[in-house]
């Protein structure tokens, strides 16, 4: 089993949509929890980031952490087709220095 | 501008012929590490290093060398190219290795054929 899951998608949406990503994890130890944007041939930008359960939001974007399920979430709201890109998440459990990366979901908004 | 700086970006290179992936970063980070990402696989660390002279294996090793001599370079050398290093590569840097403040810069990537 790995340690994070993430549903590759690809998921297509038309522009101005919720789109609702998600992940889950199973190494209970995670306290960091991001999450990265990857457009075509670039390299992963962080997007957001959390620290332990709880909310964070970020103009259209809100982070979403449930430790107790060990499931993450990444809504985009009022979705651009300028979202179109890879979306990964990743988790650390601080102290050490490994940062552990989703699969990555593919995001199509459609204008 | 602050960026980590992979060449080259695209290698067509046949099996056994050693080849060097070069990384730069001009933000004075101590963490340097080096990813390859595959379809379905998502990211996967190779090699990482905490500071000069100081590497240590990621989870994907095999087939991989790297050093770090200087702070803000960290190669990556393949000894001996086989098709399944076939892939697209990552160098990354960061401030340290701990905690939320810890954000991950990538560079462009570097798309690796072995025929």
């Known amino acids: 089993q790995k340690e994070v899951e993430q549903d590759p998608g690809p998921l297509s949406v038309p522009e101005g949509a919720i789109v609702s990503l998600n992940c889950t994890y199973s190494n209970s130890a995670f306290q960091y929890f991001m999450w990265y944007r990857q457009y075509s041939r670039k390299g992963p930008e962080l997007l957001m980031y959390?620290?332990?359960?709880g909310n964070k939001e970020d103009g259209r974007f809100t982070a979403q952490v449930d430790k107790s399920s060990k499931y993450i979430s990444l809504f985009i709201r009022d979705s651009q087709p300028s979202d179109s890109a890879t979306y990964l998440c990743a988790m650390s459990a601080g102290g050490g220095f490994k940062t552990i990366f989703g699969a990555g979901t593919r995001l199509f908004v459609k204008a | 501008e602050a960026q980590v700086t992979q060449n080259p970006r695209y290698l067509i290179t046949v099996t056994g012929k050693k080849l060097t992936v070069t990384c730069s970063q001009n933000?004075?980070?101590?963490?340097m590490s080096w990813y390859r990402q595959d379809p379905g696989l998502g990211l996967r660390q190779i090699y990482y290093?905490?500071?000069?002279?100081?590497?240590d294996k990621g989870d994907v090793p095999e087939g991989y060398k790297v050093s770090r001599k200087e702070k803000r370079n960290f190669p990556l050398i393949l000894e001996s190219p086989s098709p399944n290093q076939t892939s697209l590569y990552f160098c990354?840097?960061?401030?340290?290795?701990?905690?939320?403040?810890?954000?991950?810069?990538f560079g462009e990537g570097s798309w690796l054929t072995v025929v």
């Open positions: 990354a840097s960061s401030l340290s290795g701990q905690g939320v403040g810890n954000t991950i810069y």
């Open positions: 290093s905490m500071n000069v002279e100081v590497t």
């Open positions: 959390t620290y332990s359960s």
């Open positions: 933000m004075n980070h101590e963490y």
